[in-house]
């Protein structure tokens, strides 16, 4: 028995590699390397360097390492680009999803874990967001997701397979033991960015939006460390293997914390004022986000072990210095 984990060589998909090699599970990481990094895959893990909507390989894969459950992480993530290239994001999200999924049905994968967005709501849904929250995804991002979504409710319904939709709220933070992190160079995350200008590595932060409706003005967001995201992975997995139905569960803490607050929390950790510019909204931006994680909780029985953005703010810099030097 293993697990296929695509997108294993990028920021979540490594983290995860290593929770569950870390556990003694079977991994074979499928991942193009586009955006992923070769050396942040767990050397316990089989690396194979291609595309997760090649069927005939993923297939091949599935035979060969006994995969009995897929998690899917690969896919473009950055949501300007995918207003501009819309047709490049539902080719790379949707079809090769589709691709994925039929390869797992046609081979036999039992399971399918799916990594969705908290972007998927209406962002005038009140506040917090249950997964039964009216949806409206404005982004070709965020309703290539969503239609990826409604592929595995389909097929679920049809074939012999149970999957479980995740949907994150702000991922942050890094392994604890630095073995990975946030990675990319051209990363336009919150905490990401501040920690590159925390280390002089970019000249300032910009602050998109001071005069949001919110407590201090500007964005707020439901920043969850990605070791806890990790550990709602590990659960629905078992849940999963356990013969628990099909489910979406949202991943986030239920409190948010805005831009000033974050940048806050990193002056705290670096014991000086960061370097920030305030600008304009960022396009498509809502004023908050916040998840009510009550489903995940009371289904799956997660426990977050890091709800605490100094310790997020922490690991995000310790793993910035080690990245880069
Ligand atoms: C975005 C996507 C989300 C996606 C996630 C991961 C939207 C609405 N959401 O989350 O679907 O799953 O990325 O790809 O696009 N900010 C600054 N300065 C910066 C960067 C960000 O002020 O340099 C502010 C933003 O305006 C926002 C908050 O910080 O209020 C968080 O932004 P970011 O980390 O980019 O994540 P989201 O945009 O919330």
């Known amino acids: 028995m293993s697990v296929l984990v695509t997108g294993g060589a990028g920021y979540i998909g490594s983290h995860m590699t290593y929770a ?9 990481v499928l991942d193009d390397l586009s955006t992923g990094n070769r050396s942040l895959v767990s050397e316990q893990a089989s690396l194979v360097e291609g595309d997760a909507g090649d069927e005939a390989l ?9 995969v009995d459950a897929a998690i899917h992480f690969a896919g473009s993530i950055v949501v300007p680009d995918s207003v501009a290239h819309p047709l490049g994001y539902y080719a790379n999200n949707t079809v090769k999803s589709r691709a994925l999924i039929e390869a797992c049905v ?19 849904a009140p506040q917090p967001l249950g997964e039964d929250a009216a949806k409206n995804p404005i982004s070709p991002y965020a309703r290539s997701k969503l ?7 389909d097929a679920s319904r049809a074939h012999d397979l149970s999957h479980m939709v995740l949907r994150y709220f702000n991922v942050a933070g890094a392994d604890p033991k630095g073995r990975t992190g946030q990675s990319s160079p051209r990363a336009t995350h919150l905490i ?40 709602a992975h590990l659960l629905a997995l078992d849940a999963l293997r356990a013969g628990a139905p099909s489910s979406t569960f949202n991943c986030g803490y239920g409190h948010g914390a805005s831009v000033r607050e974050v940048i806050a929390t990193v002056e705290k950790a670096i014991g000086r ?11 498509g931006d809502p004023p908050e986000l916040i998840a009510d994680p009550g489903r995940i909780k009371a289904t799956l029985g997660w426990q977050p072990q890091r709800d605490d ?6 690991s995000a810099l310790a793993w910035e210095r080690r990245f880069n030097s």
């Open 273 to 283: 004022p960061l370097p920030v510019r305030e600008g304009p909204r960022r396009a």
């Open 58 to 66: 993923v297939r091949r894969l599935i035979e060969e390492h006994g």
């Open 106 to 124: 046609q081979a036999g994968v039992k399971h399918f874990i799916f990594s969705s967005t908290a972007t998927v709501y209406d962002a005038d």
């Open 147 to 153: 239609m990826t979504e409604w592929m595995l409710e």
């Open 20 to 28: 569950l090699v870390d556990r003694g599970e079977k991994v074979v």
């Open 192 to 231: 990401k960015r501040a920690a590159q200008a925390a280390l002089g590595r970019v000249p300032h932060l910009d602050i998109f939006g001071t005069d949001y409706p919110t407590r201090d003005g500007t964005g707020v967001r439901d920043y969850i460390h990605v070791g806890d995201l990790v550990d």
């Open 309 to 314: 953005l100094d310790e997020i703010v922490r």
